[in-house]
């Protein structure tokens, strides 16, 4: 069993940054591939970004490329989500999630709020 807790989301004027973090806790979090998705108001939850065990490979929805940035620290069971340049429409609500390698992600965090202002 794996636990996931969101941090870091908050209210940001268009063009600022936000750094969310995932702490996860549970056996073998660390062999998981971890993502995240976002929910924004009367849409789908949909995929945002998802980095592999090692960190060596990245992958990001066409949407967030060049502006957010996935990364995680194994030594401390954390994953970020660096956010730059931020717009209205990325208002969602984000959350982590983990799962083994090619068997789709089986865990999931409450989520954090990210407001963006214009």
């Known amino acids: 069993q794996v636990q996931l807790v969101e941090s870091g989301g908050g209210l940001v004027q268009a063009g600022g940054s936000l750094r969310l973090t995932c702490a996860a806790s549970?056996?073998?979090?660390?062999?998981?591939?971890m993502g995240w998705f976002r929910q924004a108001p009367g849409k789908e939850r949909e995929f945002t970004a998802r980095?592999?065990?090692?960190?060596?490979?990245?992958y990001y929805t066409d949407s967030v490329k060049g502006r957010f940035t996935i990364s995680r620290d194994n030594a401390k069971n954390t994953v970020y989500l660096q956010m730059n340049s931020l717009k209205p429409e990325d208002t969602a609500v984000y959350y982590c999630a983990a799962g083994p390698p090619g068997s789709g992600y089986q865990y999931w965090g409450q989520g954090t709020q990210v407001t963006v202002s214009s």
């Open positions: 549970g056996r073998t979090s660390r062999s998981y591939v």
């Open positions: 980095i592999s065990t090692s960190g060596d490979n990245t």
